[in-house]
């Protein structure tokens, strides 16, 4: 992958965003406002449920900016009148689906950043490392995992409910809004299957607010995830998924 095909497919890319700016605003500016505003409101001002709210909205701003946006943009990919525009450019199947992470990163930064700026303002870093581990583990998951629905789908008529449907059930199946420490055993077990409670969890121990999970543990399992995650993306671009341009 050429660095100068890269970034020109980057720019060619955000100039292509420019047809789904309504949708791209409302779900890496709107959605993520709407639930720090919810933070702020039932938090009551006090500290722990502003810190507990504040790293649920990290681990759900990476997931809101990196999952929809991108496999939508790469279902889409399959359109058509899409096809024969990529068919004219000199670029790999490698570097189109790299160039739709990187150009969704460019939106999804300014959320993240403003969550972790708010964070800083309500707590002290214990150990700022487990944070930008989350962080990066999260943004690489959720990316390769919405690489890998669009490919599925490849239509976002298709896709699109089923991306609302995971939407829905990040936010009831995973501790954004309370500690673990208030569940059942049975139920805390149970959400420990979700890779999103270790990534939540391992900025909580960034902020010192420790979920009684080991931050080793989370990181071996995101990481093992994220390596399967890549193999099936390999497995499944290894002959090829776009004609036009799977010979390049």
């Given at each position: 992958?050429g660095?100068?095909?890269f970034v020109?497919?980057?720019s060619f ?5 420019r047809?789904y ?14 639930y720090?505003?919810v ?18 909205y990290?681990?759900?701003t ?12 790469v279902a ?6 899409v096809?024969?525009l990529y068919?004219?450019l000199?670029?790999?199947l490698?570097e189109?689906l790299a160039?739709i992470?990187?150009s969704?990163?460019?939106f ?11 964070l800083?303002l309500?707590t002290s870093w214990v ?6 581990a989350?962080i990066?583990?999260s943004?690489?998951?959720f990316s390769?995992l ?5 490919l599925?789908?490849k239509s976002r ?16 199946v995973?501790p ?6 208030s569940l059942s055993?049975y139920w805390?077990?149970a959400l420990?299957?979700?890779p999103?409670t270790h ?5 909580r121990e ?11 543990t989370?990181i071996?399992y995101?990481?093992?995830l ?5 193999a099936?993306?390999l497995?499944?671009t290894r002959t090829?998924v776009?004609t036009?341009?799977e010979?390049?």
């Amino acid at each position: 992958m050429g660095l100068r095909t890269f970034v020109a497919s980057v720019s060619f890319t955000l100039k292509m965003y420019r047809l789904y700016w309504a949708n791209l605003l409302s779900v890496t500016v709107l959605l993520p406002a709407t639930y720090l505003a919810v933070i702020a409101i039932f938090s009551g001002g006090a500290p722990e449920p502003m810190v507990v709210g504040l790293t649920g909205y990290v681990v759900m701003t990476c997931f809101t900016t990196m999952v929809y946006p991108v496999a939508l943009q790469v279902a889409n990919t399959f359109e058509e009148q899409v096809l024969e525009l990529y068919a004219s450019l000199p670029i790999s199947l490698g570097e189109l689906l790299a160039s739709i992470v990187a150009s969704q990163l460019v939106f999804a930064a300014p959320a993240l950043v403003f969550g972790l700026m708010t964070l800083s303002l309500v707590t002290s870093w214990v150990n700022p490392a487990y944070v930008v581990a989350s962080i990066l583990l999260s943004i690489s998951v959720f990316s390769t995992l919405a690489v890998l629905l669009g490919l599925l789908f490849k239509s976002r008529y298709k896709l699109d409910p089923v991306l609302t449907l995971l939407m829905m059930l990040v936010v009831v199946v995973s501790p954004l809004y309370y500690k673990l420490g208030s569940l059942s055993s049975y139920w805390k077990v149970a959400l420990m299957v979700n890779p999103i409670t270790h990534m939540i969890c391992l900025v909580r121990e960034g902020v010192g607010l420790s979920e009684g999970v080991s931050p080793i543990t989370s990181i071996a399992y995101l990481a093992s995830l994220l390596v399967a995650l890549i193999a099936l993306l390999l497995y499944k671009t290894r002959t090829g998924v776009l004609t036009v341009i799977e010979g390049r």
